[in-house]
């Protein structure tokens, strides 16, 4: 049987071998699930069994680990990626039946969802734990905020029936400031709310800048289970 961390390495993994080739440009996804994938990538591409990987890392996190690995860095924006790419690799917090996501657990939703959408294939790694029947009720839905609209977009949230929390910086005092400077606000709902109309919704509220839900991508879904399976759900 394998713990949690085993389980998020072996989907990883797995979304690594069935998907990824030589010579595709990567989206490389953030946090402890897509880390374990991002490290595959570059033990292969080290062992010479992969060639010709270009990345475009999703947060400061994933670029360090491609640096460690020696994995070619660029950006969306750089003329060998020209705004698009063949595939991304990313965990989630949570994943629906629909395969809707939510997502930015780690504070990187912003380039999360830029990098997905700039995808021609996107697959999403999970352990059992991230499966939910309604998203944003029992684990919150981060949404991205400018600091100066804090507490205008906090009242317009809480008019739509959601809990709101400032995410709080851990060993530094005050808030969480995300690569883009920018606030989060985690917010949980009593009642499961249309997750594709609060995707949209959510960003017309003026200095919401993007918020953690993904319902209009159709990802493959590679499930680790505790006993050594990954389902592939498309
Ligand atoms: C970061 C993310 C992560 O993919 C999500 O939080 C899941 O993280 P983990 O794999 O560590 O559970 O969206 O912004």
Redesign the pocket.
Known sequence: MLDQQGM?ALAGKRAVETLVSSGMKLGL???????PAVEHIGALLAAGKLRGILAVP??FQTSMVCEQWGIPLYTLNSKEINGSLDLTI????QVDLRNYCT???????LL?KIIAHASSAYAV???ES?LAGDLAVTVPL?VEVVSEARIPVTRALEALGAEVILREAVRKAGPVITEHGNLLLDIRFKQPPDSAALEAELNGIPGIVEN?LFTRLRPKVFIARRDGTVEIRD
């Open positions: 998020k996804g953030t946090g402890s699930t897509a880390i999703t947060s990313d965990g989630a917090d997502k930015g657990g780690g504070g990187a939703l999360e790694v999970v352990d991230k981060p953690g």
